[in-house]
């Protein structure tokens, strides 16, 4: 139905639309408005005067009384200046300019002495009426037929107007203007579609009274929908009408759920608290007593910040009370973003991201949809402060708080907050003038500061006491000095030690509880503090090989860059900070620990390390013959990263080698497909409980290495666009929104408050049909691979197996249809799966979604206007997916 609501019209703008032949007839009635037009007289419109060459000309008055202001004027066939009759025609492209107004039309007859002008069109060779006014004075444009107007009065009279009015396109048959006040309209149809002439649908009434800036008032108003009449209509309407926003009531809509009954949905009040923020209150209430309050407020300052507040509250009651299935939850959500412009202050810079509250909330919340935050297992939020001082050395520092929440065990870790600062390296050595080379020279330190203060809870306990009580604050001072220089010409060598200071303000004490017959870590809260330093050293070079083709090959040559490396790194004991404690009631067997295990920054290491590390890391790309490129050769990556990597600890007593880390990856059709393996190949063999043994495994009886694990991803996005296609344009990617995913794997997702969302291309919505495609038809495609065998303790198994695709097809111009699904060859089952449909209907939009299996079965249809103005006048119907209260 057509709900009245309030509406704001930033401005009065022109629109371009097919003109129709219209007569000039004034009236007496006309006459009495207009003082001064002679109601006799005939304006001439045919093309018939003679050619004059192109003028442009400004008239001085001669006298007051007669032109108040200089007019400029031009036309391109005649203009002529009749000082007996105070009278100014031009015709053919003509433009006036005087006062506040500017005037352009086929012909114009300015009578100066009585105030007066007309305009109009005219008729070409053809017979063809072209050339329509287009009238402009402040920020008023309007486009007529013709119009009379006197300059004096203001008033005017203006036959088939066409003007915008924020969103709505409008057409009036005749339109009088009082003053710069008042305008009064007659026959008038208004609408949101874009073909004036032709709307999919429009609203009709009779009289029309606009105050710019201020309102809009109408009579009777009927809606017409492709020319039918329907009993769709009110009796008045009054519509506020201001450039700047304007406060005031949101309707709310109306629905049913198949668990909370019917609903009254998104109702509330706006609130313009300025031009540079805003406040919206909406609430939601159900039949069998859920409710839900919701607050956003958008805030920006040109080229300083910009930002948006929403903070979210649902109390949720499931089935009706004294069922055993009756289950009641509340649930909130707080998000917050804020952005500071780079310009604004580049030594300093402020942003937030803030996403927290209910780990429940996206798969309980009965106002939105969004099934790849509903499937998203964690919540994250960073605000962080920056500011650098430009000293020498330059000093940075910064101040953060993190949040980062899991969904599924309800696990909160938050730092509150972390502060870290830094002193930029410093080359004690080195000349003032001139470069840096040699041991001594590049010998450089710096110093490293980090503050924090962490709490890791369950959201059961988020901002209550048990969260204060469990808070674990410290301080790490780091000084780390390092040096590099080249040895023999081609070999790159670095080497430093590093010196770590701790703070901290509680540690623990282990101490048997007999009365629990366990031991108890017992929270000793005060200062305490201990240091550990280590050395570390890296040899590193690059080695490139080319193995050459004949001329005549496609393939011209392959090159080969290998980067091997080996390094270095002892860390001694800190025994000194390591106690002992019984283990049972006789005291007698005791076990080694320290006081600062399950710090912020670790603990200091009781054993000594000797590590000797070793990687190589290769790249593989081939020259190959392309006529199209300038050069006749193009470079064709192979792989993007052969990596190789293992450790050697030489104080260790037993199993010396770690796995040896086998990583690569490369991207096909151009760059479109990325492909990434990896895998772990262990020396060492298993005994007959499955646990590593200090024996080879192929002197156990098995080959070099043994692969313990291995993983394969694949991701490939295309579209009908891509290059590779023969096109271009690169594909729009839909936003992100609370945590869900852009490419659709999981679904899109739904605001159940407002369905105007489109998966059309925005930028293409107001193009006409034109018919089916013939060949080419737009499409996109994501599709995701994941692999996982594990082979650790010979279990010898898959654990993960899946695929994901995600893809849109545009049937027609304004058809499109897409779809998201996936199988798990694991669990032997279908995934989340979508299909979803859309019609785009002009100004209108029509969609079904669907969810055919699983946890989130559900459907909507929806069919309503797109227009904000109007997003009240709609139909739908769904069936949302159950929630799940645990």
């Not at 106690?579 to 320290?594: E, R, V």
């Not at 897409?818 to 199988?823: A, P, Q």
Request: net charge positive; hydrophobic share 30%.
């Amino acid at each position: 139905m057509f709900v009245l609501g309030v509406f704001s019209f930033p401005r009065v703008k022109a629109q371009e639309f097919n003109k129709t032949t219209t007569s000039l007839k004034v009236n007496n009635k006309d006459s009495k408005l207009l003082p001064g037009l002679d109601t006799d007289t005939i304006v001439p419109t045919q093309d018939s005067l003679p050619s004059i060459k192109n003028t442009t000309d400004s008239i001085k008055p001669p006298a007051k009384g007669y032109l108040e202001d200089i007019v400029y004027r031009k036309a391109k066939d005649y203009n002529k200046l009749d000082q007996k009759k105070k009278q100014i025609t031009l015709y053919n492209q003509a433009e006036i300019k005087y006062q506040d107004f500017e005037l352009t039309a086929g012909i114009i007859v300015f009578n100066y002495e009585q105030n007066q002008i007309y305009a109009g069109r005219i008729k070409d060779s053809l017979g063809n009426l072209s050339q329509a006014p287009v009238f402009k004075q402040g920020g008023q444009i309007v486009e007529p037929d013709s119009i009379v107007y006197n300059t004096k009065s203001q008033r005017a009279l203006v036959w088939q107007s066409r003007t915008s009015q924020g969103e709505f396109n409008i057409k009036s048959g005749m339109t009088k203007k009082e003053n710069d006040s008042v305008y009064f309209m007659e026959d008038v149809i208004f609408t949101t579609a874009k073909d004036l002439d032709d709307p999919e649908y429009y609203f009709k009434t009779k009289r029309v009274k606009l105050v710019p800036n201020k309102k809009v008032v109408v009579g009777p108003t009927n809606m017409v929908i492709a020319d039918v009449p329907t009993p769709l209509g009110l009796p008045f309407a009054f519509f506020p009408m201001s450039e700047k926003a304007e406060s005031g009531f949101i309707i709310p809509s109306v629905g049913e759920t198949n668990q909370q009954g019917y609903y009254l949905q998104n109702g509330g009040y706006y609130f313009a608290l300025s031009d540079r923020a805003d406040l919206t209150m909406q609430g939601d209430y159900y039949t069998n007593g859920s409710w839900a309050l919701r607050s956003s407020s958008n805030y920006a300052k040109r080229y300083k910040y910009n930002g948006r507040v929403l903070v979210r509250y649902e109390n949720n009651i499931f089935s009706e009370r004294g069922l055993p299935d009756y289950q009641k939850s509340t649930i909130y959500n707080v998000q917050w973003n804020h952005a500071q412009d780079a310009k604004s202050n580049p030594g300093s810079r402020f942003s937030a991201s803030v996403n927290m509250g209910s780990g429940q909330y996206f798969r309980q919340s009965n106002n939105s949809y969004n099934v790849g935050a509903s499937l998203n297992n964690t919540m994250n939020s960073s605000i962080s402060y920056s500011k650098t001082f430009e000293s020498t050395p330059q000093v940075n520092m910064s101040l953060s708080a993190t949040h980062s929440q899991s969904t599924n065990t309800g696990r909160v870790n938050m730092s509150l907050p972390t502060l870290q600062a830094s002193v930029d390296r410093m080359f004690p050595f080195a000349p003032k003038n001139g470069s840096k080379k040699g041991l001594i020279k590049n010998l450089n330190l710096s110093y490293n500061l980090r503050g924090e203060n962490r709490v890791d809870i369950h959201e059961d306990n988020f901002f209550k006491q048990p969260m204060f009580d469990s808070l674990n604050s410290g301080f790490q001072h780091t000084i780390p000095i390092t040096t590099n220089f080249k040895l023999f010409k081609y070999f790159s060598v670095s080497a430093g030690g590093t010196y770590n200071e701790t703070w901290v303000f509680n540690t623990i004490k282990k101490q048997y509880n007999p009365e629990t017959n366990r031991v108890e870590d017992i929270r000793v809260n005060g200062f305490d503090r201990f240091s550990t330093y280590n050395f570390s050293s890296n040899i590193g070079t690059t080695i490139y090989g080319t193995f050459n083709f004949s001329k005549d090959s496609k393939i011209q040559a392959i090159r080969h860059v290998m980067r091997p490396s080996v390094g270095y790194s002892y860390t001694p004991s800190f025994d000194q900070y390591y106690d002992t404690y019984s283990i049972d009631a006789t005291g007698t067997t005791m076990q080694q620990y320290t006081r600062f295990q399950g710090g912020l920054f670790g603990a200091p290491g009781l054993t000594n390390s000797n590590m000797l590390n070793m990687s190589l890391s290769n790249t593989f790309e081939a020259k190959i013959r392309d006529d199209e490129e300038k050069d006749g050769f193009r470079k064709l990556m192979l792989l993007n990263s052969l990596n190789l990597s293992t450790s050697y600890n030489m104080s260790a007593d037993s199993l010396k080698w770690a796995p040896m880390r086998v990583s690569t990856g490369t991207t096909l059709f151009q760059n479109k497909m990325q492909i990434n393996v990896g895998a772990t190949l262990d020396p060492y063999a298993l005994n007959n409980n499955n646990q590593r043994i200090d024996v080879f495994n192929i002197n156990n009886g098995g080959s070099l290495f043994r692969l313990t694990s291995a993983n394969v991803t694949v991701n490939w996005s295309l579209n009908s666009n891509d290059p590779l296609f023969g096109n271009r344009e690169n594909p729009n990617q839909n936003s992100i929104d609370n945590g869900g995913r852009g490419d659709d794997l999981f679904g899109q997702a739904g605001n159940l408050g407002d369905n105007r969302q489109s998966m059309f291309d925005n930028k293409k919505e107001d193009r006409p049909f034109e018919g089916f495609y013939n060949a080419k038809i737009p499409w996109d495609l994501t599709f995701a691979y994941s692999l996982t065998y594990n082979n650790s303790a010979r279990q010898n198994e898959i654990s993960n197996n899946s695929v994901m695709m995600s893809g849109n097809i545009e049937l027609t111009p304004r058809w499109k249809v897409g779809f998201s699904s996936g199988y798990d060859f694991v669990q032997k089952g279908v995934t989340f799966t979508q299909f979803r449909f859309e019609r785009d209907l002009l100004s209108w939009r029509m969609d079904f979604t669907w969810v055919p299996i699983g946890t989130y079965t559900s459907w909507g249809f929806f069919i309503g206007i797109k227009s904000s103005m109007l997003s009240d006048i709609k139909w739908e119907k769904r069936k949302a997916p159950d929630k799940r209260y645990f």
